[in-house]
């Protein structure tokens, strides 16, 4: 390090603290573009199939389709209405809200916040209502891209929450929210401020339990919702719970609404992810809007994305027509992957309703000791005489096991999403993605099936 002028700056790549600190997380994306970059498509067979990453392929060719009779305008080169979505996305996702989340109180287009991703809605949130090393709340497993949503830019802190044992504590239930206020007490001893929870569960109940617990706290709940239409039901999980909204949930006696927002996107309702557009829904809160317009120039939506998505959801008979059958090929993608696992005497999170993937434990398969804590636990498992106790000597065992296993599927072009990426508690776990045409789904598990028979432990 050296000081020039009186400022700081790294001697051999001269960047400020702040981008510094981000390095390692560059070096992180570089890993998942290895398999971005080399797909598979019938013009390149050996590249590699993503069973791991949350996108769903199952409409792609529908709507390019769709999307090729809407013409560009002249308006769409300009810098349109402003940096906040344009007045008809904004009217068209009111709509949408209001026919398909049963809100207790209308949403109004004012009360929202269009943003180039849910990812960039995320970060204006944390840069608005959160302080440098403040922190967010949220249960694992996790979605990995909370990390750099909250801490690439506005430097606040990941906070996960450990539920302990999913056999004991359901970490989709009300009880978690024992687990939150326990983990809460820890961090307001250590003199971390925590400014939220992101929460990710659906049923009223659960709801109704985390937002007094943020009201206690004074805390913002911001409710992630973008599988909301992504539901689906099956012979195996027809009694699962629906999808249930924030907007929903009649606030009065249960928290001060100002600290209750929504975020969603067209990534994964609607099957588009490289379109880069999101929304934050706030109804209550007026000064948080005005801050976040401020900074909303940085996170802009391109006119002619903004463009397609509203002719989209104006067209309300394809919106019904694709909801509907989404939700049916979705449904028998899970089947299918439910039943491979099944084959195979894999155990996975039962009574998936919603989403595009399973949450499998390979860790008999792959020979990891099943009470084996996953990395992050591993410091908080060393015994006073500084030896590493048992089940931590199995933590590392398994971590060498899941690289060596990560390893060998990309080897056979085939990726599945490592526990590990998603704060697991546990070796072993793996995101499994099913939402994908049949041929491609069932390649991608021969790959896999390929490795798991060649399998041989270290």
């Known amino acids: 390090m050296s000081s020039v002028n009186g400022s700081t700056t790294n001697a051999g790549s001269n960047l400020s603290i702040r981008g510094e600190a981000n390095v390692e997380a560059g070096k992180k994306w570089e890993a998942l573009v290895q398999v971005l970059g080399n797909v598979y498509t019938e013009s390149n067979p050996n590249g590699i199939i993503s069973l791991g990453v949350a996108e769903n392929s199952l409409f792609h060719t529908k709507l390019a389709e769709y999307f090729s009779k809407v013409p560009i305008q002249p308006a769409h080169f300009t810098y349109g209405s402003g940096p906040w979505g344009s007045p008809a996305l904004r009217s068209a996702l009111a709509n949408l809200f209001n026919d398909h989340f049963k809100p207790f109180r209308s949403v109004e287009p004012a009360q929202m916040i269009v943003a180039s991703g849910v990812s960039a809605v995320i970060d204006l949130i944390a840069f608005a209502t959160a302080d440098s090393n403040d922190g967010f709340l949220i249960g694992r497993p996790l979605y990995t891209g909370f990390h750099a949503d909250l801490d690439a830019r506005s430097k606040v802190k990941l906070l996960p929450v450990s539920c302990g044992d999913e056999r004991v504590v359901d970490p989709m239930g009300e009880g978690m929210v024992e687990c939150f206020e326990a983990e809460f007490e820890r961090l307001d001893e250590k003199g971390v401020n925590v400014r939220g929870v992101i929460f990710c569960k659906k049923s009223a109940a659960t709801i109704k339990a985390y937002l007094r617990f943020c009201q206690k706290h004074q805390i913002h709940f911001i409710s992630d919702e973008v599988y909301a239409l992504s539901t689906f039901s099956t012979p195996t999980n027809a009694t699962s719970q629906?999808?249930?909204?924030?907007?929903?949930?009649?606030?009065?006696?249960?928290?001060?609404?100002?600290?209750?927002h929504l975020v969603y996107g067209m990534s994964?309702?609607?099957?588009?992810?490289?379109?880069?557009?999101?929304?934050?829904?706030?109804?209550?809160?007026?000064?948080?809007?005005?801050?976040?317009?401020?900074?909303?120039?940085?996170?802009?939506?391109?006119?002619?994305?903004?463009?397609?998505?509203t002719t989209l959801?104006?067209?309300?008979?394809?919106?019904?027509?694709?909801?509907?059958?989404?939700?049916?090929?979705?449904?028998?993608?899970?089947?299918?992957?439910?039943?491979w696992l099944d084959q195979r005497g894999i155990e996975y999170a039962r009574g998936g309703n919603a989403g595009f993937f399973i949450w499998a434990d390979f860790s008999r398969i792959l020979g990891i000791d099943r009470e084996a804590s996953s990395e992050e636990m591993i410091e908080n498992l060393t015994l006073e005489n500084g030896e590493i106790s048992q089940i931590a000597r199995a933590t590392k065992k398994g971590n060498q096991l899941d690289a060596q296993f990560q390893e060998q599927l990309i080897r056979e072009g085939v990726y599945i999403a490592s526990g590990n990426s998603f704060f697991a508690e546990r070796n072993g776990w793996y995101r499994l993605t099913f939402s994908m045409p049949s041929n491609l789904l069932e390649t991608g598990l021969q790959r896999v099936d390929t490795v798991l028979k060649a399998w041989k432990m270290p």
Do not use: H
Request: aromatic letters at 12%; proline letters at 2%.
């Open 313 to 339: 959801l104006e067209d309300k008979s394809f919106v019904q027509y694709y909801v509907s059958e989404n939700q049916k090929r979705l449904g028998e993608g899970y089947a299918r992957v439910i039943s």
């Open 268 to 309: 994964k309702d609607f099957s588009s992810n490289g379109f880069r557009v999101g929304v934050l829904v706030s109804q209550y809160n007026v000064d948080l809007m005005r801050s976040i317009k401020s900074v909303a120039v940085f996170n802009w939506c391109s006119s002619t994305v903004d463009n397609l998505w």
């Open 242 to 260: 629906p999808f249930v909204s924030v907007l929903s949930i009649d606030l009065q006696g249960l928290i001060d609404p100002t600290l209750v």
